[in-house]
């Protein structure tokens, strides 16, 4: 394979054409050469973006394209499982829009075909591959915080359309499904922890799906909250809270959109010390490392087992908030 990934894109998402593909676009290491829709108006954002990019009447037509390398995958949530494992099976590397499945029986499935076929599949989420969480982490493992004794999450945003997809059933949307990766995720991801017991689960139930889920667990080293929401007003926070200080990431789900990412360290006496991330564009950053895990067979830091640990905890979130 060539040091320069062709990447197609399955389906014109407005997330595609506003985030994704721009991000392909700017990465190092590839090229966005390929769009899979039916309509060529759809198209046309596309073809701005990379002119003369070649255009697939069907997701079947573009995963049958020789000259593409690897897909991305923005469909509704039901339907990642299924395009995900169609495109590996002909031949092309995968990263598909979180979460990549709706069950951790699902990513079993999404498991044994990488390893049948030999081609990457991996789950997109961009903050892993920010570097406030890199920096987070240290500090974490190096003992600034001392103990730690307590996180909190919170990510919210306000959609209350029935047509969305987030507020369909037979999508896979819900808070859970939209969210749920990023409020629980990140708290494996910075504390290499998974929760031991949980404590509580409160659900919201609206149009069939869950709306607003508030939980407790309990982790073997700390008490977690967490909430969840698609009718509050937009916020996220984590705050991770120590024997000796407090880490805070003010933005740690959607920096540039929501504001300017930042690491925040509270010790005693009022003392803050701050570091901040003004330019860090994280889509761009995790197709970079796509790109480097194919072409230069570097490591993918976040393997599809990862992924499995998170919608595991996901799952048993949903089997408590719906009994």
Same mark, same amino acid.
């Given at each position: ?20 593909? =721009? ?49 991305? $995958?923005? !469909? ?8 995900? +494992?169609?495109?590996?099976?002909? /031949? ?34 961009? &903050?892993?591959?920010?570097? @406030? ?6 500090? &974490? ?6 103990? $730690? ?6 990510? *919210?945003?306000?959609?209350?359309? !029935? ?12 808070? !859970?499904?939209?969210?749920? &990766?990023?409020?629980?995720?990140? &708290?494996?991801?910075?504390? /290499? @922890?998974?929760? +031991? ?46 024997? *000796?200080?407090?880490?805070?990431? =003010?933005?740690?789900?959607?920096? +540039?959109?929501?504001?300017?990412? *930042?690491?925040?360290?509270?010790? *005693? ?16 950053? @995790? ?13 993918? =830091? ?8 998170? @919608? ?8 408590? /908030?719906? /009994?």
């Amino acid at each position: 394979m060539a040091d320069h990934l062709r990447w197609g894109i399955l389906g014109a998402a407005k997330f595609a054409r506003e985030h994704m593909a =721009p991000a392909i676009h700017a990465a190092r290491g590839g090229a966005l050469a390929a769009i899979a829709t039916s309509s060529r108006d759809k198209a046309r954002p596309f073809d701005d973006l990379a002119p003369g990019i070649a255009v697939h009447d069907s997701y079947e037509a573009l995963l049958a394209d020789p000259s593409i390398d690897a897909v991305y $995958i923005p !469909l509704p949530n039901a339907l990642h499982v299924e395009w995900s +494992q169609k495109a590996a099976e002909t /031949g092309k590397h995968v990263l598909c829009e979180k979460p990549i499945a709706m069950t951790a029986e699902g990513i079993d499935a999404l498991i044994e075909t990488r390893d049948r076929t030999g081609k990457l599949i991996a789950e997109a989420w961009m &903050i892993a591959h920010h570097p @406030q969480y890199a920096k987070a982490r240290a500090l &974490i493992q190096d003992g600034a915080l001392g103990e $730690i004794v307590r996180v909190d999450s919170t990510h *919210s945003f306000y959609n209350d359309d !029935l047509n969305n997809i987030r507020n369909r059933p037979e999508t896979g949307g819900g808070a !859970l499904g939209d969210i749920g &990766i990023y409020a629980f995720g990140s &708290i494996r991801l910075l504390t /290499g @922890q998974d929760p +031991q017991e949980m404590l509580s689960v409160q659900t919201d139930m609206r149009n069939g799906v869950d709306a607003t889920t508030h939980i407790t667990a309990r982790f073997s080293d700390f008490l977690y909250t967490g909430r969840i929401s698609m009718r509050a007003a937009p916020w996220q926070e984590i705050v991770v809270h120590g024997t *000796s200080a407090v880490l805070r990431l =003010p933005v740690p789900f959607n920096a +540039q959109v929501f504001g300017q990412a *930042s690491v925040e360290l509270h010790r *005693s006496g009022g003392n803050v010390e701050t570091w901040r991330f003004p330019a860090e564009n994280h889509y761009v950053l @995790q197709v970079e490392a796509f790109n480097r895990a194919v072409s230069e067979a570097a490591d993918w =830091p976040l393997p599809l087992e990862f992924s499995r640990g998170t @919608q595991a905890w996901i799952d048993s979130v949903r089997v408590i /908030g719906n /009994g």
